[in-house]
Nanobody, 115 residues
Framework: QVQLVESGGGLVQPGGSLRLSCAAS????????MGWYRQAPGKERELVAD???????NYADSVKGRFTISRDNVKNTAYLQMNSLKPEDTAVYYC?????????WGQGTQVTVSS
């Protein structure tokens, strides 16, 4: 069952930008925190950024100043604006939604930064 749908990934040159979207099913009720994680080949999945319902944000040190997370509670959607992309940002990006009761994961969207 698809409950989180990610989109916006693709191939971009270094220094470019991408905007990822994560649309959560309306059946996922009362999401308290939404986050973006990423996993590169041979590496552990890591937190990129997350955002709570009141709007508090948290970023990995590696993306601070370059990435911005936001959310639209009406649409049950989270976004990740990625600027000044670097080759080391290449990974599969996963959306996560936490309700206090359950954790939900998307299937991932590929981001490749290469010239």
């Amino acid at each position: 069952q698809v409950q989180l749908v990610e989109s916006g990934g693709g191939l971009v040159q270094p220094g470019g930008s991408l905007r990822l979207s994560c649309a959560a099913s309306r059946s996922i009720f009362s999401i308290s925190v939404m986050g973006w994680y990423r996993q590169a080949p041979g590496k552990e999945r890591e937190l990129v950024a997350d955002i709570s319902n009141p709007g508090n944000t948290n970023y990995a040190d590696s993306v601070k100043g370059r990435f911005t997370i936001s959310r639209d509670n009406v649409k049950n959607t989270a976004y990740l604006q990625m600027n000044s992309l670097k080759p080391e940002d290449t990974a599969v990006y996963y959306c996560n939604a936490f309700t206090g009761r359950s954790n939900y994961w998307g299937q991932g969207t590929q981001v490749t930064v290469s010239s």
